[in-house]
T-cell receptor, first 113, second 109 residues
Framework: DAGVIQSPRHEVTEMGQEVTLRCKPI?????LFWYRQTMMRGLELLIY????????DSGMPEDRFSAKMPNASFSTLKIQPSEPRDSAVYFC???????????FGPGTRLTVT | SQQGEEDPQALSIQEGENATMNCSYK?????LQWYRQNSGRGLVHLIL?????REKHSGRLRVTLDTSKKSSSLLITASRAADTASYFC?????????FGAGTTVTVRA
């Protein structure tokens, strides 16, 4: 298996623009997580999907953030409109059980100018 | 908060030496996991220890868990330059993993 795939790897955009991050989890995994990593706040869980259903989105910073999982092999995280404080590395992770180890993608480094 | 806190924040050792880092947490857990992150990369799972286990080994890694003290330690034996990375403990409760701030380990050749 290729592991968790994320795209793009790097994204530079201007404030106010829409940003869409993409994730393909490992085949057969039923849990998907989106995290954000910054120097100031470390790794934060943004949203958790189980069997394509959002279970916990309490970590989503505000209404500008939204996430979808239309099927078991694809998820998106959208920021609209983006702001400079959204600059971070965004990770997607998947797991075959909610208490099992998580497999992380390489991350998307987002820079909002 | 479930979040683990690692100690020390940074560690510099000579190749061949052992590296030990600690993690403390505040509430109940189902298991505790350790991850490694190389600079600019994603996190890689190293080892998982369940709440009813006290010690676990995987290759050069040894993890202990003391639920009465709410603490865990990760020992890397015979360190190599390739072990240079940040190491994170993550406490698992229900579906949620809560990560600490990490320990940055530098292994000098």
């Amino acid at each position: 298996d290729a592991g968790v795939i994320q795209s793009p790897r790097h994204e530079v955009t201007e404030m106010g623009q829409e940003v869409t991050l993409r994730c393909k989890p490992i085949s057969g995994h039923n849990s998907l997580f989106w995290y954000r990593q910054t120097m100031m706040r470390g790794l934060e869980l943004l949203i958790y999907f189980n069997n394509n259903v959002p279970i916990d989105d309490s970590g989503m910073p505000e209404d500008r953030f939204s996430a979808k999982m239309p099927n078991a092999s694809f998820s998106t995280l959208k920021i609209q409109p983006s702001e400079p404080r959204d600059s971070a590395v965004y990770f997607c992770a998947s797991s075959d059980g909610t208490l099992n180890e998580q497999y992380f993608g390489p991350g998307t480094r987002l820079t909002v100018t | 908060s479930q979040q683990g806190e690692e100690d020390p924040q940074a560690l510099s050792i000579q190749e061949g030496e052992n590296a030990t880092m600690n993690c403390s947490y505040k509430t109940s857990i189902n298991n505790l996991q350790w991850y490694r992150q190389n600079s600019g990369r994603g996190l890689v799972h190293l080892i998982l220890i369940r709440s009813n286990e006290r010690e676990k080994h995987s290759g050069r890694l040894r993890v202990t868990l003391d639920t009465s003290k709410k603490s865990s330690s990760l020992l890397i034996t015979a360190s190599r330059a390739a072990d240079t990375a940040s190491y994170f403990c993550a406490t698992a409760f229900d579906y949620k993993l809560s990560f600490g701030a990490g320990t940055t380990v530098t292994v000098r050749a």
